[in-house]
């Protein structure tokens, strides 16, 4: 710990004297999640997603309007046109989301990628990753954001296991300088779990809770949370967060590849140099020495790296390096809309949350308006009504009829008064706050499935789906970054942490593949990109190529090798190679005839030469 501690640079921090480099260690933690929990940024979002949670679970009123209706015995009904459009949008996410894949960097890398992609789809399996990416989008659209966490399960530490889960929005702290989508520029971000003393011994049987801090609010200076005594929980707080070290960067003579090296181990690795370092070569499996009298030139650059703390407030549980190595968070955001003056994440409930307000006030204010109305009162001179008591008791009744005088109705002496008529105006805000709602949204009528009119031809309908998919074209762009970002992720976890006799059936081959170096199948050190639902060249062109080649092959056969033509389709690698050995098989046996025919006609010729002679 104090060596990693003295590589830090610019803790950020002021450090007592005396101070361990634990203690200074959790002083910046701590430092960090008041700084977070402090900032406008997570302020706002835990109280905009409050609201947004309870607009969508028809919960969208304050305790004081709800006493107000109560005290006008008025019952607080609730229309909620959030709720389908959620839905909505949610399914429209398992619909049009794409499995994201890895594409080579270089043609050579063609078949170790598809391999990778089989791993990669065999593990994404194996984890749930695409019922976590839902949940994650669902929670998106309804609270603002959410996160997916990969770890690697150390229960078993001969076997080590990856595992990937949702984690809620108000349990994560950013932070609050941080910007970008990915969250490269965040120095930080935190974990927080509320759990009992006993489960927390379990895993750190070193904690104890007497040094726990509480809640404490001195002047200005905010103090966190550690303990809630009522439910008698335990706040652990799990951190990665990024620290600048100095490196040594130089061309390695072992690999003639970029290298780097810490500054403060440079010494050591130069005197080795010297004394000469010993490597099995990966071809032939002899040992070579590789020794440099002068070490070779390095030029010094600062570089971040990952590393990860969980406390518990004044109380150090665990700490370590990067498990994967490639200086991120293995941590994936998902987020709906940007509010970019707060830096915080809104919901797409958000923008829906005043219309549906209004919409619930005027159909509350309708229904009481038809509720207390007068009815239509009736007015009769004395004696005009013949069964009066009977009037009095069953004039609800649908068969009931009024007895009167003989003359009552043409000499007027019997009448009802108007029934009051309630204004026009609300349902002409009914119908405002409806189409508001669709349109902040994006949720039109089209894509729920509402049929406007009958006579609408199916090009018109398909037009408007697309202009209000449109509209959804953030919430949606922002789903497929998050996508491919966790695929990197959960790729890294793999290279690292898969063992090398893992196997792996390939697509289209019914034989099973094992992951080793000597097979020339090891995927650890692979490079590769991530794309969804398209390779590198757009797919449209590559199809329109494909095809302009097949047409010149059919109007000049021969012309065109088939391995061009597939070669710009989108087909997998064992397809390809599969249609390659057909048509080199059927190639040899063309040629195995046609050198038969030869033979034969040679044969021929022979025999009619030697009939003239005779």
């Not at 994440?345 to 919409?359: E, F, R, T």
């Not at 966790?486 to 019914?510: C, H, W």
Request: one cysteine or more.
């Amino acid at each position: 710990m104090a060596k990693i501690m003295d590589e830090i640079i610019d803790s950020g921090i002021s450090i007592p004297d005396g101070a361990s480099k634990d203690d200074i260690l959790l002083e910046k933690l701590n430092k960090w999640l008041r700084e977070s929990e402090d900032s406008v940024s997570e302020i706002e979002y835990r109280k905009r997603s409050k609201i947004s949670y309870d607009a969508y679970a028809d919960r969208p009123d304050t305790q004081e309007i709800l006493d107000k209706l109560a005290e006008q015995s008025r019952p607080p009904n609730v229309f909620n046109e959030i709720k389908p459009k959620v839905n909505m949008l949610v399914g429209m996410g398992a619909q049009l989301r794409q499995t994201p894949k890895m594409v080579p960097v270089e043609v050579t890398d063609e078949a170790v990628t598809e391999l990778m992609n089989n791993t990669y789809k065999f593990y994404r399996t194996k984890l749930k990753v695409n019922r976590t990416e839902m949940e994650c989008f669902e929670h998106t659209i309804k609270g603002g954001r959410a996160y997916q966490w990969y770890y690697v399960d150390t229960e078993n530490p001969f076997s080590p296991k990856l595992k990937s889960q949702r984690v809620a929005g108000r349990d994560v702290y950013v932070d609050p300088n941080s910007v970008e989508y990915d969250m490269s520029d965040a120095w930080y971000v935190m974990r927080q779990k509320w759990l009992k003393v006993d489960e927390v011994q379990a895993f750190w049987p070193q904690f104890n809770p007497t040094e726990i801090e509480g809640f404490s609010k001195v002047s200005s200076t905010y103090t966190p949370t550690y303990f809630l005594s009522l439910p008698d929980l335990y706040r652990v707080i799990e951190c990665w967060y990024r620290v600048v070290i100095k490196y040594k960067w130089f061309i390695s003579p072992i690999t003639g590849k970029p290298d780097k090296v810490k500054a403060s181990e440079w010494p050591i690795f130069v005197k080795k140099l010297k004394e000469g370092i010993k490597i099995p070569d990966q071809k032939t499996g002899e040992i070579r020495t590789i020794q440099l009298d002068e070490p070779p030139e390095a030029i010094e650059r600062m570089v971040k790296e990952v590393r990860y703390a969980i406390f518990s407030s004044n109380v150090l549980l665990e700490q370590g390096d990067d498990p994967i190595g490639k200086g991120v968070f293995p941590v994936v955001q998902y987020g709906a809309y940007k509010d970019e003056d707060n830096n915080t994440w809104d919901s797409v409930i958000k923008a829906m949350i005043d219309p549906q307000n209004g919409l619930d006030t005027v159909l509350r204010q309708l229904i009481h308006l038809l509720q207390v109305s007068p009815k239509p009162i009736l007015m009769a001179e004395i004696g005009q009504i013949i069964n009066e008591q009977a009037y009095r008791e069953d004039s609800s009744s649908p068969n009931f009829i009024l007895d009167l005088a003989q003359g009552a109705l043409t000499g007027n002496k019997v009448r009802f008064s108007d029934q009051p008529a309630i204004s026009p105006v609300y349902t002409a805000l009914i119908d405002v706050f409806k189409q508001t709602m669709k349109d902040v949204s994006g949720v039109q009528d089209s894509l729920l499935g509402i049929q406007t009119t009958s006579r609408e031809p199916g090009v018109t309908v398909q037009l408007r789906q697309q202009s209000a998919l449109a509209v959804l074209y953030s919430l949606f762009s922002n789903f497929r970054e998050s996508r491919v970002q966790g695929a990197n992720i959960l790729m890294s976890f793999i290279q690292k942490y898969v063992p090398d006799n893992t196997m792996i059936r390939i697509e289209g081959s019914t034989e099973l593949t094992q992951l080793t170096a000597e097979s020339g199948n090891s995927i650890r050190d692979t490079e590769f990109d991530i794309v969804v639902d398209e390779e590198m060249e757009n797919s449209t062109i590559r199809l329109a190529t494909a095809k302009m080649l097949t047409e010149i092959e059919q109007a000049r056969p021969g012309s065109i090798p088939p391995d061009i033509i597939t070669s710009y389709l989108p087909l997998p690698l064992t397809a390809k190679m599969q249609i390659r050995e057909y048509n080199d098989a059927k190639a040899q046996q063309d040629q195995e005839r046609f050198d038969q025919q030869i033979e034969m006609e040679k044969l021929k010729i022979t025999s009619k030469t030697k009939q003239t002679k005779k």
